[in-house]
């Protein structure tokens, strides 16, 4: 941990990282033995905050007893609700940050991709389970649901999923990636599209928890997601 926060410093040219997260659980270390490295570079002025990724209710509260967990950052969107179950209620009970990632779910929320072969050859989405097969074309029922109604609201999909997850829960802080400058500007404006109580609600029932067929990574890599 000191030598890859030595080296981070070292790539950023700083002399501090703001939130520095541990963004896999090792499952070989006791997360109190990751966490107390972590506080040591806290002390010593290398690191303000400590955060992590993908990490279960248990372990955020052993890590936090450790040393105040300031983000915790999981993914969360339309077709990813899992954090709804108890990981939301633990980071709120504690006072943790929580972070969306794929809050367009890797993409597939944006309607971009109609068929697998939209993907380039050497997407790694490819290899991902809700891209392929009949995952893939259940996914794509549930994106041309959301595509229905956003055009009712004269808004993109993509501003849709990111104004429910914002409208839901005013809390958390989606992190959307943003290769083209398009894509930045279609980010910022699901900020103005104000959704009422019973849009949440109608969009909850377009895309209940569980709805996305396929893991969220193949197996070799939900293997390393802190269950």
Same mark, same amino acid.
């Not at 955060?51 to 990813?80: C, D, F, K, M, N």
């Not at 990632?101 to 490819?126: H, Q």
């Given at each position: 941990? /000191?030598? +890859?926060?030595?080296? !981070?410093?070292? /790539? ?25 490295? @972590? ?37 969360? !969107?339309? *077709? ?11 980071? %709120? ?8 990632? !794929?809050?367009? =779910? /890797?993409?597939? &929320?944006?309607?971009?991709?109609? %068929?697998?072969?939209?993907? #380039?050859?050497?997407? *790694?989405?490819?290899?991902? #389970? %809700? ?19 956003? $055009?009712?609201? +004269? ?5 849709? +999923? $990111? ?17 083209? %400058? +398009? ?12 959704? !009422? ?5 109608? &969009?909850? /029932?377009?895309?209940?928890? =569980?709805?996305?067929? =396929? &893991? ?5 890599? @939900? ?5």
């Amino acid at each position: 941990m /000191r030598q +890859a926060c030595d080296a !981070s410093l070292a /790539r950023l040219g700083v002399d501090t990282i703001d939130l520095y997260y541990q963004h896999r659980v090792d499952p070989k270390v006791p997360i109190e033995e990751t966490v107390g490295a @972590m506080a040591d570079l806290v002390k010593a002025g290398k690191v303000r905050c400590l955060g992590l990724s993908e990490a279960a209710p248990a372990t955020i509260r052993r890590a936090h007893a450790v040393h105040p967990i300031a983000a915790l950052q999981t993914e969360y !969107s339309l *077709w990813t609700r899992d954090p709804e179950a108890e990981i939301l209620a633990t980071c %709120r009970e504690l006072g943790v940050g929580f972070v969306a990632y !794929s809050p367009l =779910g /890797r993409g597939f &929320l944006t309607g971009r991709f109609k %068929r697998p072969e939209d993907l #380039p050859a050497d997407d *790694w989405r490819r290899n991902n #389970p %809700r891209f392929q097969g009949n995952n893939f074309a259940r996914n794509l029922d549930l994106v041309e649901r959301i595509e229905r109604w956003s $055009r009712g609201r +004269a808004c993109a999909p993509a501003q849709t +999923a $990111r104004a429910w997850l914002l409208a839901k829960n005013p809390d958390v802080v989606p992190i959307p990636g943003a290769k083209h %400058r +398009a894509r930045l500007t279609e980010n910022a404006g699901a900020v103005d599209l104000r959704l !009422s109580p019973a849009d949440v609600d109608e &969009l909850d /029932r377009l895309a209940p928890p =569980g709805v996305a067929a =396929g &893991l969220r990574y193949p197996e070799a890599g @939900m293997a390393v997601v802190n269950g």
